[in-house]
């Protein structure tokens, strides 16, 4: 269960960072819905050790739905992470289009 206390940061910060890309709202909303879900599932999980509860049946069950929104993350987690990099490969490409761009401008104002 702590896997899935530590994806579920992991979820809330790619849908922080997706919030710059202009194509990753849907999936923006759906890891914070992730994230939301499993964090949820650790508050179960921890309230049933605190209240010793002893039928296996309940722990099963939530780590069934944990184990179920962890395969969705890593799903996720990869189509965020490629929707990130063509941000960053777009970020590159234009910062090392603006000294070309200047150099082409300084001859002719030089010229004039």
């Known amino acids: 269960m702590q896997k899935a206390l530590g994806e579920s940061a992991e979820s809330r910060k790619l849908a922080i960072s997706l919030k710059a890309v202009e194509y990753g709202g849907e999936l ?14 650790y508050e179960s999980y921890i309230d049933l050790k605190n209240r010793k509860v002893t039928d296996n049946t309940l722990y099963q069950t939530t ?4 184990t179920a ?27 090392k289009a603006k000294p070309a761009a200047a150099e082409k401008q300084q001859p002719n104002t030089a010229a004039a």
């Open 28 to 41: 923006t909303e759906q890891l914070l819905q992730n994230s939301g879900k499993l964090e949820k599932l």
């Open 63 to 66: 780590l069934d739905s944990a």
């Open 69 to 95: 929104q962890l395969k969705w993350f890593e799903k996720a987690k990869a189509a965020a992470k490629s929707l990130l990099s063509g941000l960053t490969r777009k970020n590159k490409a234009k910062a």
